[in-house]
């Protein structure tokens, strides 16, 4: 490229002209490719994780909330605390901007890091509720307080899970953790206020788990298995079955499950490139005859009432308050889809490119730094794994600076209303 523009012949230049546009559209386009998609924990906004930053969008409208860009390297998942300025960051990419052995809490508003906890392995994914942040790496999972410096409080054994997968409910009453078991098909259902207590394990499934999910109020499990066919849901303080719907007959991934509000609908994306929608009503059980005890289980299944494509393999998806489905894929579409009981579908299509190169305002669009100064000292990361940034061996009080719980303030009002009544310790 250096030496195309200096050639001296003006013939030339228009071809300069365009090889330079090319070259910027292509480096932006790496810099712009996500990485990550998460939900916070109402459905009510997102986070994206590029190669470059992260961007944080609200649902309904469909707006961008902030960004941050980052000239080291991009993130693999960007785990928000419901709308507040907190954030838990997972570097990845070709380039990550922190180790991939560490989660970082970040602070969007003050623009710097606010702990660290480092791993002898590699971090697959990170979930965050008010009180408690969990973290999955490849065959082990942890429970840390949320606190400026996070304490362990349990750690599980699992089966090896380089999904990350896991599933953590915001209930105060029902502070339920799901993570997949140590055999193929199990899931260990854990009350987060009881650890003392072993896990629920529940056999869902023949082979292993793709996809599991809880509703808001950490009473009810859905999972899929690597088949992709059946979805079950399961109660989740006796493990049993309540309901099981049927995605189709031919095997998929499973991407993404989502109860509404009311838990009395469930919505499905897989890499077939569309999302089913399926009622959870409670039916009446009818008298069966011989003739349908010996027909296979296919035809007495519950299948979807509704459903639509969408443009990627790639997506998640999510109802909003009113019971519309939100599916984001990976190539950056939104689709809003409203539908019916009766199957009738209606859908929007936009696309988060919109917001690209949209003026921003003073908060949002800034460049940050990864090597920001932490509120605690940094340790080797040859100690104990798991141990956070300032983590001592003996407990210390809930009422010491560290262990405060750090202050939350929403991404669209960044005025002093933080709501300071909440614990100052540990809950």
């Not at 996500?34 to 470059?52: I, K, P, R, V």
């Not at 799901?178 to 896990?199: C, F, N, R, T, Y």
């Not at 089913?276 to 035809?299: C, D």
């Amino acid at each position: 490229l250096p030496i195309l523009l200096l050639l001296p012949n003006l013939f030339f230049f228009p071809i300069h002209c365009f090889i330079v546009v090319l070259y910027l559209f292509v480096m932006s386009a790496k810099k712009e490719r996500m990485l990550g998609l998460a939900w916070n924990q109402d459905y009510s906004c997102f986070s994206c994780a590029y190669e470059g930053g992260y961007r944080v969008f609200g649902v309904d409208p469909l707006e961008e909330k902030t960004r941050r860009e980052f000239p080291d390297g991009g993130f693999s998942c960007v785990e928000m605390l419901f709308k507040s300025n907190y954030l838990a960051l997972i570097g990845g990419g070709k380039r990550p901007c922190f180790s991939t052995n560490k989660v970082v809490m970040w602070d969007d508003e003050a623009n710097k890091q606010v702990c660290e906890i480092s791993f002898k392995s590699e971090v697959k994914t990170v979930r965050l509720r008010r009180d408690r942040l969990i973290v999955v790496t490849l065959n082990r999972s942890y429970v840390y307080t949320l606190t400026k410096a996070p304490r362990k409080l349990q750690e599980y054994k699992t089966m090896d899970n380089p999904q990350g997968l896991c599933a953590l409910s915001p209930s105060a009453s029902h502070p339920i953790l799901a993570l997949v078991g140590l055999h193929p098909g199990q899931v260990q259902v854990i009350d987060l206020s009881k650890m003392e207590q072993l896990p629920l394990i529940i056999a869902s499934h023949e082979t292993n788990i793709a996809c599991l999910a809880l509703n808001q109020e950490g009473t009810l499990l859905a999972t899929a298995s690597k088949r992709g066919t059946l979805i079950r849901v399961f109660d989740c303080s006796s493990g049993k079955k309540r309901f099981e719907v049927r995605r189709g007959s031919e095997k998929a991934n499973i991407t993404s499950i989502s109860f509404n509000l009311s838990s009395t609908l469930l919505c499905t994306a897989s890499d077939h490139g569309t999302v089913h929608v399926f009622s959870l009503a409670e039916e009446e059980e009818k008298p069966s005859s011989g003739l349908t005890n010996l027909l296979p289980n296919y035809f007495s299944s519950q299948w979807s009432f509704a459903k639509f494509s969408v443009s990627s393999p790639h997506c998640t998806c999510a109802f909003t308050p009113a019971n519309a489905v939100i599916a984001i894929c990976f190539d950056g579409n939104v689709f809003r889809a409203n539908f019916t009981r009766k199957g009738d579908v209606s859908v929007e299509q936009s696309n988060l490119t919109q917001f690209m190169y949209t003026n921003s305002s003073p908060s949002q669009a800034q460049t940050a730094s990864s090597t920001t100064v932490t509120t605690a000292t940094k340790h080797n990361e040859s100690e104990e794994e798991g141990r956070g940034s300032g983590d001592d061996d003996d407990e210390k009080d809930d009422d010491s600076g560290d262990n405060k719980q750090i202050r939350e303030r929403e991404f669209e009002n960044n005025s002093d209303n933080a709501d300071d009544e909440e614990g100052e310790g540990e809950n």
